[in-house]
């Protein structure tokens, strides 16, 4: 179809085949010009309103408004790309064949600009395209794209009729408003890895059916030798940075059923922990001022390396079965030892037995010299009397002094929760000094709780942060530099970046005709 | 990604913004031919002659009813010449200045004589006008108004018509 458009761009840059399209044209419109009544007429106009630039403006924003709200990225990027391409390859081509208007039938609607390429049908065919590919779930996309060419051919068939346009102009614009949308949408947002689908779904998680499930089944088999009997999501409600998943199977080289729990990283992981610590880095400074991840591999080796390290420390962290390559560059499976039974903490009171385990995994990350950096109530579990401590990404080895001592505040804060401060204090001093505890509390503020724990003592209202810091020695709050020169350069690229986005958001509007 | 965006719509933003319709010159039968459509009834359309030295045209704007584009000289940026081929014009009250074509008459209408020369120049003709809005400073107004008036040509709708035809195998009529 573009092949066959561009052979006819060519044509209408020389005379004599210009005078031969337009004399077939010409002819198709004379013979359409023939049914003309009174009531057609009205018909047809009302139809060709609907490509009017209004309209058009209208229908991208809204499908702009609902890519944002549904915050389906990739299409949306892709939607305005398209938008884009449309109205700079439309607005060359106008210039230079400079088509004029059909001659010798009447013409019986407004119009603008050059006849060739229709700008009315290109516009409409690329807001059709648009919302068939990222707004239609793939399962009705054929029937959308079926009615969609239909109400596009009632469009071409209206402005032929009130000879607007000539008929090349209008298999011009549908092919520009139709085919170059389409092949960008199957190159850029492929269905098998941007489905369209509706419903809450965290964006940390991939759809794991498809091609993605059969590639992690068939990675799994080679591997590590599991032939897998089910890949179902686990625990999606406390994961964010990853996709959480529970596989179960048979071991070959043992022969047994073996339920095995594993992390999906992908590159949109690897994309959000960049943010993320960005973020981070300008609202907190110092306080999480760290490196992002270069790359999907890196991300996923440097928890499969704290999982051994945590196991060699004697904590009691999942057992690490290895790292599965599902697409090289692209996804890795961490796959681990899963915790049949386990209860999250808090989910069952708790034992002074629990509350003692929960306090020696601080103790040994402190002699360790590791730190966990996200202990909350979702990462520790409960098992047969024992606590084991899960999700080691962010932790951390060699960390800072106040970041143990964050650790601690936490680990208490989460302890007390399901008890009382008093208990957690009382127990925390067999292996703490009343020195560290106060220290811990010193350091704990806001911004070191992480926000599933935070949220649980703001529900709970027993304020137990002022409860341990009248139970421990009196300290004055740990100051933390927040403003460091990455800090200051982050904030000013940021703004600079957003500064540039708007420029060339309204740069990009007014070229692709949304204003 | 973010970066990548931004780049490319500036990128695309600026090849569009740089892809301008250019003003029709009196020897850009097709281009010219649009003009003409646009008010079908008008027996002249104004083009492009030559411009003189520090003045641009833009702002190529053809439509069923109308066409209008913009003169800017280097000497008066800011206040470009408008330039509107319309149908009809009401040029009640208007002064009468010598025609610039066989056929048609000029008025002028002045909003302000000092500090700024400002007013609409018409040229009424059968089946339509082309109105020309300036605004000068006052000195080199003068200058200005003469530039702007011989870089417009009224190019007659019947030798349009024969070279349309000449080319293009039809007639705009």
């Known amino acids: ?64 408004a609902a890519l944002l709200a549904c915050r389906r990225f990739p299409h949306l990027i892709a939607y305005l790309a398209a938008l884009l391409a449309v109205s ?123 091609a993605r499930g059969q590639a992690i089944r068939g990675a799994l088999d080679q591997q590590l030798g599991i032939h897998v009997t089910s890949v179902e999501p686990f625990g999606l409600g406390g994961s964010a940075g990853s996709t959480p998943l529970l596989i179960t199977g048979r071991r070959r080289e043992r022969d047994e059923e073996v339920a095995v729990f594993a992390k999906l990283y992908a590159r949109n992981h690897v994309r959000s922990d960049r943010l993320y610590k960005l973020a981070r880095s300008i609202r907190y400074g110092r306080l999480e001022d760290e490196l992002p991840f270069s790359s999907v591999r890196r991300l996923a080796e440097y928890e499969d390396h704290l999982l051994r390290l945590f196991r060699d420390l004697g904590l009691p962290t999942p057992e690490p079965y290895g790292l599965v390559e599902i697409s090289p560059e692209r996804e890795y499976l961490l796959v681990m030892e899963f915790f049949a039974g386990a209860a999250e903490l808090g989910d069952a009171p708790l034992g002074e037995g629990e509350i003692d385990q929960g306090l020696a995994i601080v103790r040994t990350m402190w002699d360790a010299g590791v730190a966990h950096r996200d202990i909350k109530p979702s990462n520790l579990l409960v098992r047969d009397g024992g606590v084991v401590l899960i999700d080691v990404a962010f932790a951390a080895v060699r960390p800072t002094p106040w970041r143990q001592a964050v650790d601690l505040a936490n680990m208490m804060l989460t302890l007390a929760l399901v008890s009382s401060a008093e208990q957690v204090y009382r127990r925390a001093l067999r292996v703490f000094t009343p020195d560290d505890i106060a220290e811990a509390f010193a350091a704990s503020r806001g911004v070191t709780v992480p926000a599933q724990l935070k949220a649980r003592l703001h529900a709970d209202g027993r304020r137990l942060d002022d409860a341990f810091r009248a139970l421990a020695p009196t300290r004055a709050p740990v100051a933390v530099q927040r403003w460091t020169v990455r800090r200051v350069t982050s904030t000013i690229g940021v703004a600079a970046v957003i500064t540039g986005a708007v420029w060339a958001a309204s740069v990009y509007a007014r070229s692709a005709g949304l204003l | 990604m973010a970066t990548l965006v931004v780049a490319s719509s500036a990128l695309f933003g600026a090849a569009c913004a740089s892809v301008r319709s250019p003003v029709p010159t009196c020897t850009s039968f097709g281009r010219l031919a649009l003009v003409a459509e646009s008010v079908p009834t008008a027996s002249y359309v104004p083009c492009l002659g030559t411009l003189p030295a520090g003045w641009g045209a833009s702002g190529f704007d053809a439509s069923s009813g109308r066409t209008r584009f913009t003169l800017t000289s280097d000497r008066a940026r800011g206040t470009p010449v408008r330039v509107a081929l319309l149908p009809a014009c009401d040029v009640r009250g208007a002064t009468p200045t010598s025609p610039r074509a066989p056929g048609a008459r000029t ?67």
Do not use: K, N
């Open chain 1, 88 to 210: 700079v390859i439309e607005t060359v081509v106008a210039v230079h064949v400079a088509r004029i208007r059909p001659v010798g039938v009447a013409i019986l609607a407004p119009w603008s600009g050059y006849a060739h390429p229709s700008r009315p049908v290109a516009g409409v065919a690329v807001l059709l395209v648009g919302a068939v590919h990222t707004l239609v779930p793939a399962p009705w996309r054929r029937r959308a794209a079926v009615t969609s060419a239909v109400a596009l051919a009632c469009l071409g068939l209206a402005r032929l009729y009130l000879a607007v346009d000539h008929p090349t102009d209008v298999l011009a614009g549908v092919a520009l408003g139709w085919a170059v949308p389409a092949l960008l949408y199957a190159f850029a947002t492929p269905d098998e890895s941007f489905p369209v689908t509706y419903g809450y779904r965290p964006r940390a998680h991939l759809d794991i059916g498809g």
């Open chain 2, 107 to 173: 008025y002028t209408v002045l909003r302000s004589v000092s500090p700024r020369y400002a007013g609409t120049l018409t040229d009424v003709f059968a089946g339509g006008c082309v109105t020309y809005q300036f605004d000068f400073q006052r000195g080199p107004h003068i200058a200005l108004m003469e530039e702007f008036e011989g870089a417009i040509t009224l190019y007659p709708r019947q030798q349009l018509s024969v070279e349309v035809h000449r080319r293009l195998g039809v007639s705009i009529g």
């Open chain 1, 1 to 64: 179809m573009l092949a066959v458009t561009a052979a006819l761009w060519a044509a209408l840059l020389f005379g004599p085949t210009l005078r031969a399209v337009t004399d077939v044209d010409t002819t198709v419109l004379r013979v359409v010009a023939h049914t003309r009544t009174a009531a057609l007429t009205s018909v047809m106009r009302a139809v060709d309103h609907v490509g009017s630039a209004a309209v058009v403006r209208v229908v991208a924003w809204a499908t702009i």
